[in-house]
């Protein structure tokens, strides 16, 4: 098979903008790109999307097990030709600082799948050596095959570049990216922009994509791209739920994992997408499914749609079984405030959600449920990731007992999540396929209700 992935030597090296000019190139060489994202970005996968014309597929250590990730990998793989991954951070950058747990160098031995290495070179010259001998020793076991200098705009300068690593390596360096100033991808206060929010995106792209074929040895990266099958237990679902759930799926409401709708696909139950500008009423079903976003860009009109968010209220107060992360919890609180006007949202949680200039929380951390929920029994854990611009002021008595460990080992901890009778809200974003009961749990009480509710 063939997959690879592109790995930086740091953040902000240009991963996003080069893997996506890559997937497009192969995309435009009629080869089926599968495209992948390490860790728990919501957003690069949009461009993914747009440059493959393929869903992508995020693949996430903390939430996931090893053989679950073989196992998505896998399937994802099936009709497509190749697979290219983008990397996470820097490419030994995890968590906190327990070796490379959760980064793209460990990812790339759970998947043994080789790495290209990008490099911002606009500023270096001999200096690019040692960087260079010292990602490809520092830990032997990786597979580190190809390099791709970015920023690199003259052949003088990208002589100098390459006479220097083959001073040190004989690595093969697939090209340079020149600079550019006008295909850089836009960006917001949680990183970039959807990729369907700029309407210049596909024209960048198509920019990208002809400056990568005109740049970088696409046949040298297929090539170095071969690498063994991946060997996996399959899942052993049996349970065929006859039910529906309503997910809310709009320009506010889009953060999902692909594998977590899955989740609920293959035991049976139908999925029927809400948008919560335009629906009035919900679409009949028997749960709620309400993901993060940016439902702060759009207080007002998300506001000005009473007769859904009275609906999703009365459902909450009828038991029905809902989830939301996240923008979802902002959305099911009683107000979100942005520069001091309040936008009245469903008001099942009576709080105020108000943006901060600062994130407020980021990174993995576990939840202990102090209570039973929709999703969860008492005591049992939900592994996730927060990364929130906002907090929720609220009375309310919280659902979760947060953990997060630092990189001195040592526990922070607070409580946070709500519930009120079947309704769950949360900032912490999971992912459905990292724990059966809890997709299991959350089918369940979706058929209780529909026997309630006929």
């Known amino acids: 098979m063939k997959k690879i992935i592109i790995a930086g030597t740091s953040s902000r090296v240009g991963k996003t903008t080069i893997t996506c000019g890559i997937m497009r190139a192969l995309r435009d060489m009629s080869i089926k790109v599968v495209p992948f994202k390490i860790g728990a970005d919501y957003i690069d996968t949009t461009y993914h999307c747009l440059a493959t014309d393929n869903t ?22 099936k009709s497509n030709d190749i697979a290219i991954i983008e990397g996470v951070m820097g490419l030994f950058d995890g968590y906190q600082d327990r070796d490379d747990y959760c980064s793209t160098a460990s990812m790339s031995k759970i998947l043994d799948s080789p790495i290209i290495l990008i490099i911002d070179a606009g500023k270096m010259a001999t200096s690019i050596a040692p960087i260079i001998k010292g990602f490809l020793e520092y830990d032997k076991k990786l597979n580190i095959v190809g390099i791709i200098l970015n920023n690199v705009s003259t052949d003088s300068h990208y002589n100098i570049l390459k006479n220097s690593i083959k001073k040190i390596s004989n690595i093969k360096i697939l090209g340079r990216i020149p600079k550019q100033k006008d295909i850089n991808l836009s960006s917001r206060h949680l990183g970039l922009k959807l990729a369907t929010e700029d309407a210049e995106n596909e024209e960048k ?48 409401f889009n ?24 629906d009035n009423k919900l679409p009949k079903c028997d749960g709620i499914y309400i993901g993060g976003g940016y439902p702060e860009l759009y207080a007002r009109e998300l506001s000005q749609n ?15 079984p809902i989830y939301a992360e996240c923008g979802g919890l902002m959305y099911l609180g009683g107000h979100i405030e942005i520069e001091n006007i309040s936008y009245e949202m469903t008001g099942i949680f009576d709080g105020i959600s108000k943006m901060t200039p600062k994130l407020q ?50 526990v922070k901890k607070w409580n946070g999540g709500y519930l009120y009778k079947n309704t769950l809200a949360s900032y912490l974003h999971i992912h459905f396929a990292s724990n059966p009961n809890i997709t299991n749990n959350f089918c369940q009480n979706m058929l209780n209700y529909k026997l309630l509710n006929p």
């Open 306 to 320: 009473k007769s859904l968010i009275q609906d999703i209220k009365e459902k909450s107060e009828k038991n029905m």
């Open 361 to 410: 929380r980021f990174g993995y951390c576990i939840a202990k449920s102090l209570y039973d929920t929709p999703l969860t029994k008492k005591e049992d854990i939900l592994k996730g990731h927060e990364f929130h611009h906002s907090i929720f002021e609220t009375n309310f008595d919280t659902a979760f007992e947060m953990e997060k460990e630092l990189y001195d080992k040592s």
């Open 205 to 252: 792209l198509k920019k990208i994509s002809q400056i990568v074929k005109e740049n970088i040895d696409l046949q040298s990266l297929l090539d170095l791209s071969v690498s063994p099958d991946l060997l996996y237990i399959p899942d052993n679902i049996n349970k065929n739920y006859d039910i529906t759930l309503a997910v809310a799926m709009d320009k506010a």
């Open 56 to 77: 992508s597929t995020n693949l996430d250590e903390f939430m996931l097990n090893k053989n679950t990730i073989k196992r998505i990998f896998m399937q994802n793989m």
């Open 255 to 278: 953060f999902y994992y692909k594998n977590s709708i899955e989740e609920f696909e293959k035991r049976g139950v139908k999925i029927v997408k809400f948008n919560t500008f335009t």
